[in-house]
């Protein structure tokens, strides 16, 4: 691809409960076109950028509904897709789209649609793995990773350094990575059981509290004291980078049978206790990697990653240690599309990753 040469990337996304649409135009290199320099990077304008939650048609059934999911998914991708051409002026290049992991019916609504579009504009149709979209949901701020002019002071320079660890705590995963480049990088361990995410939305529940729980319960959590109860934490000093939260979640359910009590002082202390032994494992977990890889920078993301415990305990310990802290803008960490763009335009720089245009629930990071 040509240098300056602009790029733009209407992205799909309907894995789970948001519709998401949006446009980029991407520019820049994988590598700095100043010898001697760090890499830079890409560079993301965003032209729109729609999300549609679901959330509200969820919440009474106490989590995602893979058939409703994929009706309101049906609904929604005309209308925004609407909304992004609205005052669109550049013609579209590529169009991407998950292709999973995530609900197979629910992804299956996006490719169909990805399809009909592509063959309509007649443009390149890429395939994004979700997971992917969420790792490199940073790159959308673009101080995170630009191209190192060498004029620049060295505070200026590129913010991410590589070896960098990634965390990506979500709904369905919780996976550690080790990055050397954008586009070379190893699993280190993931969860052998729950996600973070859905161990909050779990333990949410038992407390009685809406879907989706991980901002219940970080709300809830203000009024607890983190040290109310010594819940476990999970394989922490195990020699390895896996998790597993669904022993947590146990521990609490029994915690809350043998308690039984509905006052809210009771219940805070709950949430702040477990989101303290979720913490302290990721944290922990995450820096152990760090140091045992000499790592530069930590990357977190996904939607646990707008907890701001959890935020704030990675930075400050990842600042103690050396290491560069970076994270997605708080709206880019949950699902949406933007991320999705960024990704195929990742792929579509180094060309070694590309997906098959078919619905993987499973689809492996
Ligand atoms: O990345 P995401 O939007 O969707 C998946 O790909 O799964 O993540 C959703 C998950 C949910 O489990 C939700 O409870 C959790 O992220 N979450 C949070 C917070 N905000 C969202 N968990 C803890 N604290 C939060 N503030
Ligand atoms: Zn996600």
């Not at 202390?269 to 045992?292: G, N, P, Y």
């Not at 400050?316 to 949406?336: R, Y």
């Amino acid at each position: 691809m040509k240098k300056n040469n602009y790029k733009t990337i209407l992205s799909i996304e309907t894995s789970c409960d948001e519709t998401a649409i949006a446009i980029l135009k991407c520019s820049g290199e994988l590598n700095s076109p100043w010898p001697g320099r760090p890499a830079g990077g890409p560079n993301f304008e965003i032209l729109a950028n729609e999300v549609s939650s679901q959330i509200k048609i969820h919440r009474p059934f106490g989590g995602v509904v893979p058939n409703l999911a994929k009706r309101e998914h049906i609904k929604n991708l005309p209308i925004l897709l609407k909304k992004v051409f609205k005052n669109l002026q550049s013609p579209i290049d590529y169009i991407a789209v998950t292709v999973g992991p995530g609900l197979e019916p629910a992804l299956w609504t996006g490719i169909n649609f990805a399809q009909d579009l592509a063959k309509k504009l007649k443009k390149p149709l890429i395939g994004v793995n979700h997971m992917e979209g969420h790792l490199f949901a940073f790159l959308l701020k673009s101080e995170n990773l630009q191209f190192s002019k060498p004029n620049l002071q060295k505070s200026q320079r590129s913010k991410i350094s590589f070896p960098a660890i990634g965390l990506v705590v979500s709904g369905g995963h919780t996976i550690i990575i080790k990055m050397q480049s954008l586009t070379k990088w190893k699993k280190l361990g993931e969860t052998v059981d729950d996600a973070a995410g859905e161990a909050f939305d779990k333990v949410a529940k038992m407390l009685e509290l809406p879907y989706p729980g991980g901002p219940e319960i970080e709300k809830l959590a203000k009024q607890g004291s983190p040290k109310a109860i010594d819940f476990p934490r999970p394989m922490l000093n195990q020699k390895n980078y896996n998790f597993s939260f669904s022993g947590l979640k146990t521990s609490v359910l029994y915690y809350l049978k043998k308690h039984k009590s509905n006052k809210k002082a009771f219940k805070s202390d709950v949430a702040a206790s477990f989101q303290r032994s979720v913490v302290d494992v990721l944290t922990k977990k995450a820096i152990r990697s760090a140091m045992e890889f000499k790592a530069k920078s930590i990357v977190l993301c996904g939607g646990v990653a707008c907890n701001k415990t959890l935020r704030e305990t990675i930075k400050k310990n990842a600042e103690e240690n050396d290491l560069k802290f970076i994270a997605p803008e708080f709206k880019f960490n949950t699902d949406n599309a933007a991320m999705i763009g960024v990704a195929a335009y990742i792929n579509l720089l180094s060309k070694k990753r590309t997906y098959k245009i078919e619905a993987d629930s499973n689809l492996n990071l």
